[in-house]
C-alpha cells in the first residue's frame, strides 16, 4: 500500500464522523493490545494513544512510516500465522479487514495462544459483497483472482480450510464459516454484527 493510503487511513481512524470509521472498545491502560495487520498502526494510534501497543504486518514499508506516526506502537514485521510472541500475552487482539489475507484457521490458532485468558478478539471480516465490486471493476486477471477468491471462500464456509493462491492467500467470509473458525480454534463468546461494517468478537477460553 501506498504512503498516502497509510495516511488517509489514519485521517479516517481520527475521524468519527467518516463512514469508514471504526475502532475496538476502550480498554484499562493496563491491558496489552495486539493489532494484527496494523499498516502505520492506525488503529493502535486512534484507539490506543495512551499504553504502549503493538502492531504487526508484513509491509516493511508501512512499518516505517508507522514509526514516524507515533513511537507508543511497537511494530514488529510478521505473519499472522506465525506470531513471534510466548503465549498468552496479550488481553485483546484487533485485526480490521486483514486476515482475509492470511490462513484464517491458522491465524485464529495463533491468536488464541498468544491471548490470555479471557482474552478477546476484536476482527472486522470481508463480505462477498465487497469482493464482487472489485471484481465487477477489474480486468479479466482480476476475474480469475476472484474465482479464485470464491472457491477459498466456499471452502472455507464448509471446511474452514483455506489453499493459497501464488503464495497469496484471501477469501470473503460468512457468518457459519467464521463462528466455526473461531469455537474450532478455543474461542466462545462469539458475537457477529453485519451493519455498516462485518463485524466479528470473541473470548479466548
Not at 501506498?2 to 475502532?23: F, G, N, Q, T, V
Not at 513471534?84 to 488481553?91: G, S
Not at 495463533?110 to 490470555?116: F, G
Amino acid at each position: 500500500m501506498s504512503e498516502d493510503y497509510h495516511r488517509e487511513e489514519l485521517k479516517i481512524a481520527l475521524d468519527p464522523s467518516h463512514p469508514a470509521h471504526i475502532l475496538p472498545p476502550p480498554l484499562p491502560c493496563s491491558r496489552r493490545v495486539l493489532d494484527i495487520g496494523c499498516g502505520a498502526g492506525q488503529t493502535l494510534i486512534a484507539a490506543y494513544p495512551d499504553r504502549v501497543s503493538f502492531g504487526l504486518d508484513v509491509d516493511l514499508d508501512a512499518l516505517k512510516l508507522g514509526r514516524s506516526f507515533s513511537d507508543r506502537v511497537c511494530f514488529v514485521c510478521g505473519k499472522a500465522e506465525s506470531l513471534p510472541w510466548p503465549n498468552e500475552q496479550f488481553d485483546m487482539v484487533i485485526a480490521r479487514v486483514s486476515l482475509c489475507h492470511t490462513d484464517i484457521s491458522a491465524s485464529l490458532k495463533e491468536i488464541h495462544r498468544v491471548l490470555s485468558k479471557g482474552g478477546e478478539l476484536w476482527i472486522t471480516l470481508v463480505p462477498f459483497s465487497y469482493s464482487w465490486r472489485k471484481a465487477k471493476s477489474s480486468n479479466y486477471r482480476g476475474r480469475i483472482f476472484f474465482a479464485y477468491i470464491a472457491l477459498n471462500s466456499i471452502c472455507f464456509h464448509f471446511t474452514q480450510k483455506q489453499f493459497p493462491f501464488l503464495g497469496r492467500y484471501e477469501s470473503f467470509q460468512t457468518e457459519r464459516g467464521i463462528s466455526q473458525a473461531l469455537v474450532k480454534n478455543g474461542f466462545e463468546g462469539i458475537s457477529i454484527s453485519r451493519g455498516k461494517h462485518f463485524l466479528v468478537t470473541a473470548r479466548s477460553r
